[in-house]
């Protein structure tokens, strides 16, 4: 587990994000606008590190030849390092088993070996790889903190995930969005009063106020126990599969775990080992942002796509 980095997702834009409305186990499709998410966010999980490694070892004589150069001190040697995709993981819910397939589709035709898909082949109720939405909202401004275009890098956290073939979705259950409870289906902008009118107490923070206990709804403290358990479960599912004994020691592996914005950021809380309140105040998990959860990636660097996008 501690060689696997964990990519995490959140679907994109569902129909109750565009309505306002607080989903929980809902099960709502994607918008035209959250396909296009999914498709924007997918550069991010299809690039290769390339590592370059100086190696220095002085020579005992004076001036040593090699069959790419001659130095005197030193033999520099570089070496691609590619991360390895083994896994695509999605919560049931159609929204990220959705997004989860846009990923899935996307790193398959990316594949030197697969055939290009044929124009016809994408439409809005397949990947929307030829949706065109004229909404220029400030919801679908986003930032990226890796280039897709960019083949080098000096930074161990880079997000860095190849495709060597097609790979299928899995479902786990634990992946699923956080139970909202009676809030199930209420408007995001009625929080506050309903909390109020109910005696549910509430955290508000600058980009979104937080029910914590209403009826029916599992708390915070519960899904960190969930995602420690789900943490848990790749754990072994990892050390059952003949791919975790097969990795070479220039290749490390990543999976993708396709979930949603509560539960996501209880995962980021549970693998970092952070509160639960902490986290909600300080970090947001917008639609199609992607986690990069890793031993040699710190917590504030964990983002390695943004956007700016402040629904619930």
């Known amino acids: ?12 834009q569902d129909v109750d994000n565009a309505n306002g409305i607080l989903n929980g186990h809902r099960d709502g499709e994607l918008t ?17 590190v390339v590592v370059v490694v100086v190696d220095i070892a002085a020579p005992s004589s004076p001036t040593t030849t090699t069959t790419t150069t001659t130095t005197t001190t030193t033999t520099t040697t ?50 929307g790889r030829n949706v065109v939405d004229d909404d220029d909202d400030d919801d679908d401004r986003r930032r990226s903190s890796c280039s897709s275009s960019s083949t080098t890098t000096s930074s161990s956290s880079s997000c860095a995930i190849g495709n060597p073939a097609t790979i299928e979705v899995e479902i786990l259950d ?10 199930t289906g209420q408007p995001t902008s009625s929080i506050l ?3 109020a ?13 937080y029910f914590l206990d209403p009826p029916g709804a599992e708390t915070f403290p519960d899904l960190i126990v969930r995602a420690r358990r789900l943490l848990s479960q ?18 490390s592996s990543s999976i993708l775990l396709v979930t949603h914005g509560d539960f996501g950021k209880m995962l980021y809380a549970a693998y970092y080992d952070l509160g639960w309140e902490e986290v909600l105040r300080r ?17 504030d660097g964990a983002r390695v796509f943004e956007t700016m996008q402040f629904n619930a």
Not at 34 to 42: E, M, N, P, V
Not at 287 to 295: G, I, P
């Open 234 to 251: 790749i754990r072994t599912i990892r050390s059952l599969s003949s791919y975790s004994s097969s990795s070479s020691s220039s290749s």
């Open 78 to 127: 570089t070496m691609t390092k590619t991360s390895t995709l083994e896994a695509i993981y999605s919560s049931p819910l159609r929204r990220a088993r959705e997004t989860a397939e846009i990923f899935a589709r996307a790193l398959s035709s990316s594949s030197p070996s697969s055939p290009s898909p044929s124009p016809s082949s994408s439409c809005d109720d397949c990947d």
């Open 193 to 195: 009063d309903k909390c």
């Open 32 to 48: 035209p606008l959250g396909r296009r998410q999914a498709r924007d966010a997918f550069p991010i999980v299809d690039v290769v």
């Open 283 to 299: 970090f947001h998990f917008g639609n199609s942002e992607v986690l990069l959860l890793a031993r040699d990636t710190p917590p």
């Open 1 to 12: 587990m501690d060689d696997v980095r964990i990519y995490v997702a959140r679907h994109g």
């Open 197 to 209: 009118s109910d005696n549910i107490d509430v955290l508000v923070t600058e980009s979104i106020d």
């Open 174 to 183: 634990d992946l699923i969005e956080r139970d909202f409870g009676i809030m």
